[in-house]
């Protein structure tokens, strides 16, 4: 066997490349998933300034009470939260801001059409770091009804208490 075919450690800087591009997520909105019905999920970039993606690489911002416009050819992601950067001086960043999303024009005029659809909304699912590059994960989504949230609750439940009674069965003793 030739010895550039075999697998050889990774180097140091190839370990190091390998952790920034690893997906590091920073923020989740698991609200949205209990309260809609997923339907199409997009990954935007967003447009930050520097103390953003400061506070956002600290691991701080919040997706809750958070949605997205797509109007005239551009999204916008409101309400999401990215605090303060603490060594943020006067160029400090307003933490509510609406922030742009970049996106092919083709998706956000997918996202056009399917909005003036009644009762269908678009929500940011997760915010992350991908490559070194900030990222948010937004999704088409229909709102649930109170029974439609129960049910999907009830189910949830079920296959836990499956789960744990498989798992005492398994590990029982056997005879």
């Given at each position: 066997?030739?010895?550039?075919?075999?697998?050889?450690?990774?180097?140091?800087?190839?370990?190091?490349?390998?952790?920034s591009?690893?997906?590091?997520?920073?923020?989740?909105?698991?609200?949205?998933?209990?309260?809609?019905?997923?339907?199409?999920?997009?990954?935007?970039?967003?447009?930050?300034?520097?103390?953003?993606?400061?506070?956002?690489?600290?691991?701080?911002?919040?997706?809750?009470?958070?949605?997205?416009?797509?109007?005239?050819?551009?999204?916008?992601?409101?309400?999401?939260?990215?605090?303060?950067?603490?060594?943020?001086?006067?160029?400090?960043?307003?933490?509510?801001?609406?922030?742009?999303?970049?996106?092919?024009?083709?998706?956000?005029?997918k996202i056009?059409?399917?909005?003036?659809?009644?009762?269908?909304?678009?929500?940011?699912?997760?915010?992350?770091?991908?490559?070194?590059?900030?990222?948010?994960?937004?999704?088409?989504?229909?709102?649930?009804?109170?029974?439609?949230?129960?049910h999907?609750?009830?189910?949830?439940?079920?296959?836990?208490?499956?789960?744990?009674?498989?798992?005492?069965y398994?590990?029982?003793?056997?005879?």
């Amino acid at each position: 066997m030739p010895k550039e075919w075999k697998k050889s450690k990774p180097t140091e800087g190839e370990r190091r490349k390998a952790e920034s591009d690893a997906k590091k997520t920073i923020a989740r909105n698991k609200k949205a998933r209990h309260d809609y019905l997923i339907e199409d999920i997009w990954e935007a970039g967003l447009v930050l300034t520097g103390t953003e993606v400061k506070a956002l690489r600290m691991g701080r911002a919040s997706l809750i009470d958070s949605w997205v416009e797509a109007k005239n050819g551009e999204a916008w992601l409101y309400g999401a939260n990215i605090p303060m950067y603490a060594q943020g001086s006067w160029t400090n960043h307003v933490p509510t801001r609406k922030r742009k999303l970049l996106l092919h024009r083709a998706e956000i005029l997918k996202i056009e059409q399917k909005v003036q659809a009644k009762g269908y909304t678009v929500v940011p699912l997760e915010l992350y770091f991908i490559g070194g590059r900030a990222k948010v994960e937004i999704a088409l989504a229909k709102g649930k009804q109170e029974f439609d949230k129960r049910h999907a609750l009830r189910e949830k439940q079920d296959k836990r208490e499956a789960e744990r009674a498989m798992s005492r069965y398994l590990k029982r003793p056997q005879r």
